[in-house]
């Protein structure tokens, strides 16, 4: 199973950005999707996670500025991005938690996109 993440680019502060990640390969369910991000210098985070059901967790720090969503039958997941700062400033990777075919085989795996990065300017 594999990850794509686009969208991320530079926008000024209070600007938006729209992330999505689409998972791709021999899929059978996916249950939690989310969005990490990891700035210079410090260790990658949680920004948001939606369960297979649609609850919906956030970090405290984008509570009420980010909408995370997910449509299951197309296996994506995106990331609506408001009220930007410069603290968001990062590189934003998407995350599933999966049960797919590998090999001929039924495995559960946890997948991640390959990063894109959002820079917000003051």
């Known amino acids: 199973v594999q990850l794509q993440a686009s969208g991320g680019g530079l926008v000024q502060a209070g600007g938006s950005l729209r992330l999505s990640c689409v998972a791709s390969?021999?899929?059978?369910?996916?249950?939690?999707m989310g969005w990490y991000r990891q700035a210079p210098g410090k260790q990658r985070e949680l920004v948001a996670v939606v369960t297979s059901g649609g609850i919906t967790t956030y970090s405290e720090s984008v509570k009420g500025r980010f909408t995370v969503s997910r449509d299951n039958p197309k296996n994506t997941l995106t990331l609506q991005m408001n009220s930007l700062k410069p603290e968001d400033t990062a590189v934003y990777y998407c995350?599933?938690?999966?049960?797919?075919?590998?090999?001929?085989?039924?495995?559960?795996?946890?997948?991640w996109g390959q990063g894109t990065l959002v820079t917000v300017s003051s």
């Open positions: 390969g021999r899929i059978i369910r996916i249950d939690d």
């Open positions: 995350h599933a938690d999966y049960v797919g075919e590998e090999f001929g085989a039924t495995v559960a795996g946890k997948g």
